[in-house]
């Protein structure tokens, strides 16, 4: 079951991860909400050392803890 999160404007959003190689070859995990689960990028839960918080205009984002 996909990580949903229900904003304050009572829109829902699912989380996702991308893995993508940068210029230097160097891996980079990638977290984004997105309003429909896709198949093969979907997280079941918030990664650790992440919160997710919203933003002004309602979007989700993930913020690492303190």
Do not use: C, W
């Not at 070859?25 to 198949?39: M, P």
């Not at 979907?42 to 690492?64: H, W």
């Amino acid at each position: 079951m996909a990580f949903s999160y229900t904003n304050s404007k009572d829109r829902t959003y699912f989380l996702h991860s991308k893995e993508t190689t940068l210029r230097n070859g160097a891996k980079q995990t990638l977290y984004f909400f997105a309003k429909d689960v896709r198949e093969d990028s979907f997280l079941d839960e918030v990664p650790a050392g992440y919160i997710v918080s919203e933003s002004k205009n309602g979007l989700p984002v993930l913020k690492r803890d303190k």
